[in-house]
């Protein structure tokens, strides 16, 4: 209060507004028309923190069981097992992090691995209509592992038994399903390319491992991986065996 620009500011509108409300709206035309100085801009923010801090005390506040068990509920078995998967994978690589610009990665800064949720993926397609409007074709891995900056494994977690068939006129040896076999070659091999890919599926029978290969370096492997189930150490263990070693 001892600066006098300050003081009239203050003075002037405490007399002519009625609640912080009006208060707010007047500093902020005033503002807006360059008639306060900067410096005073920290002060007009802890006056609506204050108001919002006022409101947040004085709301009618649901207990944390009842705001969470909506949204909970909310959640499919797909999106269920999805982000089990995910925090499983990052249960890998412990000590993880979560990155403070992006929640959705986490990160060990001592062996270099990040592990990031539902990464965006350009596949260098655009799509053009309605006279001219454009926009570039993404998808979104379940997961994506990288190590030094580098993509080293794209996982798809699929909420399904696994099953095969054979497929085109030449009966192809029955293999897993072409759609999902096809989503994870475009995820591969589109945008940024990556040699690794693994599919889990959320099955508790017991099988061998299905191995779809490009040359020596390039998999795709397709495990059986149920929750809480001896299939799913078992997928958990090849995972880190092939993220870590190769």
Known sequence: MNDRILKRLVDHY?????NSDQLIIGINQRTNQGKIRSKYFRLFHLLQAWKNLNWIVNEDKLS????????????TDDKLYEMWIF?????????MSQNEKNVNVFVNDENGFSIEYHKKKVLGWILEKNGGIKDEVRRYPDIVVRRDGTNVAIIDAKCIRYSEKGEGEDKQEPGPEGYIVNQMIIYLDYGSKCDLGIVLFADDKTREDVILKQGDLRKILFLNCYPYHESSSLAFEKIQKYLTFG
Do not use: H, R
């Not at 944390?64 to 909310?74: G, Q, R």
């Not at 925090?87 to 000590?95: H, I, R």
């Open 64 to 75: 944390l069981y009842d705001a969470l068990t909506p949204f909970f509920n909310s959640i």
């Open 14 to 18: 405490l007399l002519n507004y009625e």
């Open 87 to 95: 925090y499983k994978t990052v249960s890998l690589f412990e000590p």
